[in-house]
């Protein structure tokens, strides 16, 4: 006589065999391309309340005449965010990632490179895609356009602690602020040191172990020597960036990348440092603050309502990112209305330094980084605000890039 199969009780919802109860809910895994891109699970449970956003000012007209499509990482909730004009109407996409930071895009080479900062770091390259590969087993219409989609991740020690991106002289950088340096991202996935401040040197070498500075943003020139970066410290002491007792008023400095030294100082937490115009801007977060380096010192030209970081120039318009404070971090913004700090992307003309128009999320908590394509380039993420699962779904099976053959 056969043996009886042994049934599984799960209160009503399956009596099927065990193993079969586990071969089905396996297949039913991993179906979802937020999933995949992202190689996050839970990638497809993003709370909708995090892509609620109000609009203030002549926000959607601003992008709507730069004709640009504006990407922003939302650090803490896990999110990649892009904005344009479609069609004449708004749009709004994302991706989901964990931990993003640092974005900038390679306009020469066509490519957007994101870090993930999560333990390991990684850094995605993504490519607008071009057309669909044919096919005669869509019953779906994928989602039609020019869409930014991952290409290639590259994973790094997540003690690199990865924050600002930058492109010099054709070259794609980084901070490595755990070690306090700003390295080179090779394409085979290597990375080399390549500049550090002359504090952080003694006399058995470079301190890679700890990190003392909070060595936290680029501004790319041509070359190393024509660049900028910022730290809050320039000092190293047993108290390090990241305790609650580190002092932070006025420490925050502006590098050389000639020099290594300071040619800036009494900014507190600086980040976001850009080149426009011939121009060191930086974003002065502690106080909320956009301003500029002159003679030596760092000059603020407007106050936003939280704690500023990211930044990026179209033109004569700066986009600027102000985030909500952490609140185990109040004291690391002495200059701030904290209660008051919002979280949301900000359009500045730099000629007036009048605010033309803002977006920002109730429900979000931090902004990194800024910066836009042209909207020819791309219309954003695959993903939108109200999604088409099953429109993504035959999208990302038959999708082309420029690094694939023209079938």
């Given at each position: 006589m056969a043996k009886a199969k042994k049934e599984i009780n799960t209160g009503g919802r399956s009596t099927l065999p065990i193993k079969e109860e586990l071969w089905s809910q396996h297949q039913d895994e991993w179906r979802d391309p937020c999933q995949i891109t992202s190689?996050?699970?839970?990638?497809?449970?993003?709370?909708?309340?995090?892509?609620?956003?109000?609009?203030?000012?002549?926000w959607w007209d601003v992008l709507a005449s730069s004709k640009i499509t504006l990407m922003v990482?939302?650090?803490?909730?896990?999110?990649v965010m892009a904005m344009t004009i479609f069609e004449g109407k708004p749009m709004i996409s994302f991706m989901p990632m964990p931990h993003p930071s640092g974005l900038v895009v390679d306009h020469k080479r066509g490519i957007v490179h994101i870090a993930s900062t999560r333990n390991p770091n990684q850094i995605y390259d993504l490519m607008p895609t071009n057309g669909l590969l044919i096919r005669g087993d869509i019953k779906t219409t994928p989602l039609q356009g020019q869409y930014l989609i991952p290409v290639r991740s590259r994973f790094f020690p997540g003690c690199l602690y990865v924050h600002d991106l930058g492109i010099i002289g054709g070259q794609l950088y980084a901070n490595a602020v755990g070690q306090n340096l700003v390295v080179k991202i090779k394409d085979c996935g290597r990375f080399e040191p390549v500049w550090w401040?002359?504090?952080?040197?003694?006399?058995?070498?470079?301190?890679t172990h700890l990190n003392h500075l909070q060595l936290n943003s680029i501004a790319g020139g041509k070359s190393i020597n024509s660049s900028f970066f910022t730290a809050s410290t320039d000092q190293i002491t047993k108290r390090r960036p990241g305790h609650k007792n580190f002092p932070v008023d006025k420490r925050g400095v502006v590098f050389s990348g000639k020099t290594g030294v300071a040619i800036a100082r009494?900014?507190?937490r600086p980040h976001s440092a850009r080149i426009h115009k011939k121009q060191i801007w930086v974003d002065n977060s502690g106080y909320g603050e956009l301003g500029i380096v002159e003679d030596g010192c760092f000059a603020p030209?407007?106050?936003l309502p939280g704690w500023t970081r990211g930044l990026c120039f179209h033109k004569n318009i700066a986009f600027v990112g102000t985030s909500k404070v952490i609140p185990r971090f109040r004291n690391y913004a002495p200059g701030l209305e904290v209660d008051q700090s919002v979280c949301g992307i900000h359009a500045v003309d730099t000629k007036t330094h009048r605010v033309l128009g803002s977006i920002t999320w109730p429900y979000g908590n931090q902004i990194f980084s800024v910066d836009w394509t042209k909207s020819a380039f791309c219309k954003g993420f695959p993903f939108l605000n109200e999604r088409k699962v099953e429109k993504e779904k035959s999208f990302f099976y038959s999708y082309k890039t420029s690094l694939q053959s023209k079938g």
């Open positions: 190689q996050w699970k839970e990638a497809s449970q993003i709370d909708p309340r995090l892509l609620q956003y109000k609009v203030t000012g002549k990482t939302r650090e803490y909730e896990h999110l401040p002359k504090c952080v040197e003694n006399k058995k070498g470079i301190i009494g900014l507190t030209i407007l106050k």
